[in-house]
């Protein structure tokens, strides 16, 4: 099995990582070890280890653990333990096959139902959009922001449920291939005319922009991943 990670790395370093990640949840300090390769694609994830990593014991480590099944990071085998997600092209194509189906859906009921106050809303969202912030959890926040404003009243827990849990994969994975400025600027493009559609409460002209708008930050996430291998 691949090695979690060096035991030989000197316990000082290990002490430092606890105490920087001593107010942020478990879950996400772990997250982004296997965003950013810490906890390897592919690799075991023994729970004894983990908890020599991050000073916990044992229990937080299989509730973190399940927590990131959840959202898609790790894959708990039934019998033999828990394993980093490989996150790779196929998995990426999966998850926007999914996204171009569900938003679509999602965003119906919100244009028949959108309001002046929601529209206000979205603009106030999209000049900060606007203003290109340089970090990309920046971007990817007010992005959510956005989106989330067509789509969390929505009846249907379940489809919300799967596309958050997507959307933190794709969010991960953008914190390690981050978007292109031409693709930012698309997106700009792309949200503006989301928005004029809605304002003529135009749902089909509507859906047809959001799985346009899912399938082209597909093509740029799997550029960018395709890019960092060569």
Known sequence: MPTLHNNNAP?????????AGAFQPLHERM????INGGLIEG???????????????????????????GEGFVVIH????????????AFVRNIFDIRALIE?????????????????????????IEMKPDDQADLDRLDEAFHGIMYDRHFNQEALAI?????????????????SP???????????????AVARHDVEETQK?????????ERNLIQRMRQAQR
Do not use: C
Not at 43 to 69: C, F, M
């Open 11 to 19: 316990d000082e370093a290990s002490a430092e990582a606890v105490e």
């Open 31 to 34: 997250r982004e070890d296997i």
């Open 43 to 69: 690799s075991w994830l023994k729970t004894h280890d983990l908890s020599r990593r991050y000073g916990v014991s044992t229990n937080p480590i299989r509730e973190a653990l399940h927590q990131l099944s």
């Open 78 to 89: 039934r019998n033999r333990g828990a394993r980093v997600r490989t996150l790779d092209e």
């Open 104 to 128: 679509p859906y999602l965003v119906r009921l919100f244009v028949e139902q959108a309001t002046e106050e929601d529209l206000q809303a979205m603009n106030r969202v999209q000049l900060q």
């Open 163 to 179: 596309r958050q849990r997507h959307g933190e994969v794709v969010r991960g994975l953008a914190r390690r291939y981050p978007v």
């Open 182 to 196: 031409a693709r930012r600027i698309a997106m700009i493009d792309e949200h503006r005319a989301i928005m004029a």
């Open 209 to 217: 922009i959001v799985e346009a708008h899912a399938r082209a930050a």
